[in-house]
């Protein structure tokens, strides 16, 4: 596709669930970022991925967080025992290169709505 | 460490007014990007603009206007003659390697 996708645009689950959501990168892109936007807050970076590797995980909410990318390409943030306090958007952003320089710029996707009842 | 802060958390003009939202960030980093990003109510971030730490030069876009200023560090968005269509939630970012900080945003509503 042209841009980042994700899925499912909208999941409601129940405290105690685990959900999956999935990000599909530009392809190309070798960088990819999670964030997570609560009710009317800013964004909070969650953590990244260079190629497959997330070298610092520490952006984490709590271990009941986790995160794996495949093939370079595609990667899931999988949150066990939701929580109420778990529900936010969760927004992925691709780019190029991991790094600063002028081609690195962070395209997002649409982002996924998490509502734990 | 890192941090961006969007101190006006809600502002209303009325359509064809100029806006001003603010962006002061902090950071150890020497060079570094800075980035305003617009969320619209459907939610998706759209780029709006990317400076980085050496060069301080103004940018005009149409309505859209920028001022960087390392002396005071702020990256402020200015909206001239704004429309409905600007109503939006406006977000500041920073970059240095690759940990990218966001402000709070401000939420902008134009009134028609």
């Known amino acids: 596709g042209a841009g980042v996708s994700q899925s499912p645009s909208n999941k409601v689950t129940e405290k105690g669930k685990d959900v999956e959501l999935r990000c599909d990168p530009i392809?190309?892109?070798?960088?990819l970022y999670w964030y997570r936007q609560s009710l009317g807050q800013g964004l909070e970076f969650l953590i990244y991925?260079?190629?497959?590797?997330?070298?610092?995980k520490s952006g984490l909410p709590s271990d009941r967080f986790s995160a794996e990318r495949t093939g370079g390409s595609v990667s899931t943030l999988t949150i066990q025992r939701t929580q109420q306090e778990d529900s936010a958007v969760y927004l992925c952003?691709?780019?190029?290169?991991?790094?600063?320089?002028?081609?690195?710029?962070?395209?997002f996707g649409p982002g996924t709505r998490l509502t734990v009842l | 460490a890192q941090k961006v802060t969007q101190a006006q958390t809600e502002i209303s003009v009325v359509e064809k007014e100029d806006v001003t939202l603010d962006c002061v960030y902090e950071t150890r980093d020497t060079t570094y990007y800075l980035f305003w990003y617009k969320q619209p109510p459907s939610g998706e971030l759209v780029f709006l603009i990317r400076r980085n730490s050496f060069d301080e030069q103004n940018e005009i876009s149409g309505r859209y206007s920028w001022n960087f200023q390392k002396s005071t560090s702020s990256f402020n968005f200015t909206i001239t003659a704004s429309q409905v269509v600007d109503s939006a939630v406006y977000f500041c970012a920073l970059r240095g390697l690759w940990d990218m900080r966001f402000g709070a945003g401000t939420r902008l509503t134009v009134k028609p």
């Open positions: 392809s190309g892109h070798t960088a």
């Open positions: 952003a691709s780019s190029p290169h991991l790094g600063s320089g002028p081609r690195d710029e962070q395209f």
């Open positions: 991925f260079q190629g497959n590797s997330a070298p610092d």
